[in-house]
C-alpha cells in the first residue's frame, strides 16, 4: 500500500481500519524491504516508515523507487 503514497509511506491501518501489526513492520525492515522514516511525537510507539528500493524491487512492475539526494 505504500506504493502510491508521497515518499512510499507505509500506511499504520490496514484498509479496513485496523492497525498493521508491529510484528509485521519489524518483518519488512529486517528483510529490508521497508526502513524507519521519523519519528512520530504524537505516538512514540508507532513505526513510522516507507518502502526502500529492495521493497520496491521486491513489488515489481508499478513500483518507483525513492529519490536518493
Do not use: H
Request: charged share 25%; net charge neutral; with cysteine.
Amino acid at each position: 500500500m505504500g506504493v502510491g503514497q508521497p515518499g512510499g509511506k507505509l500506511p499504520l491501518f490496514d484498509r479496513e481500519g485496523q492497525q498493521i501489526r508491529k510484528a509485521t513492520i519489524e518483518s519488512c525492515i529486517r528483510n529490508g524491504w521497508a526502513a524507519p522514516w521519523f519519528d512520530n511525537p504524537i505516538k512514540p510507539d508507532w513505526l513510522v516508515c516507507r518502502l526502500t528500493d529492495e521493497g520496491y524491487a521486491l513489488l515489481g512492475e508499478g513500483a518507483f523507487p525513492i529519490q536518493k539526494t
